[in-house]
């Protein structure tokens, strides 16, 4: 099938679906190394569980640059366990966000309850959702993946 562009020129489908993977690919590389550099940024490694993001970070970079330059099936699978692992690794990570700002929280405001508790759970000390870009960024892998 032949699609036609602005510019009069006869791409195919399969043309345009690798350019759109290709760039896909780019930008999730660009977002590793965005969000690695905020990590590190913000000294995200004083306990061991806080090394987990960067650990898998650094290897989907060397992962997703193999890909990129092997484009195999070996390659591609590696690339698609990695992003499995972003999405349980942010679920972690928003749990372990949540527990230590409930923690914080029954610290410094032990009469709060309800809502009000939640919302400076939700508000606190790490930011309880920041982890949700792993989960976001591990779909958008296995989106380029399919």
């Given at each position: 099938m032949?699609?036609?562009c602005?510019?009069?020129?006869?791409?195919?489908t399969?043309e345009t679906?690798?350019?759109?993977?290709?760039?896909?690919?780019?930008?999730?590389?660009?977002?590793?190394?965005?969000?690695?550099?905020?990590?590190?940024?913000?000294?995200h490694?004083?306990?061991?569980?806080?090394?987990i993001?960067l650990a898998?970070?650094?290897?989907?970079i060397?992962?997703t640059?193999w890909?990129?330059?092997?484009?195999?099936k070996?390659?591609?699978?590696?690339?698609?366990?990695?992003?499995?692992?972003?999405?349980?690794?942010?679920?972690?990570?928003?749990?372990l966000?949540?527990?230590?700002?409930v923690?914080?929280?029954?610290?410094?405001?032990?009469d709060?309850?309800?809502?009000?508790?939640w919302?400076?759970?939700?508000r606190?000390?790490?930011?309880?959702l920041a982890p949700?870009?792993?989960?976001?960024?591990?779909?958008?892998?296995?989106?380029?993946?399919?």
């Amino acid at each position: 099938m032949r699609v036609v562009c602005r510019t009069f020129n006869a791409v195919t489908t399969d043309e345009t679906l690798s350019l759109l993977r290709r760039g896909l690919l780019a930008l999730l590389a660009i977002g590793f190394v965005g969000v690695l550099t905020e990590l590190i940024l913000l000294e995200h490694y004083d306990d061991p569980p806080q090394w987990i993001p960067l650990a898998l970070i650094s290897v989907a970079i060397v992962v997703t640059l193999w890909h990129w330059l092997d484009g195999r099936k070996a390659s591609l699978r590696a690339f698609q366990i990695m992003m499995m692992l972003f999405i349980v690794a942010g679920l972690v990570g928003i749990f372990l966000h949540t527990k230590g700002n409930v923690e914080f929280e029954r610290e410094l405001s032990p009469d709060l309850v309800g809502v009000a508790f939640w919302w400076e759970v939700l508000r606190g000390a790490t930011p309880t959702l920041a982890p949700g870009t792993l989960v976001q960024v591990g779909l958008l892998g296995l989106l380029y993946g399919y």
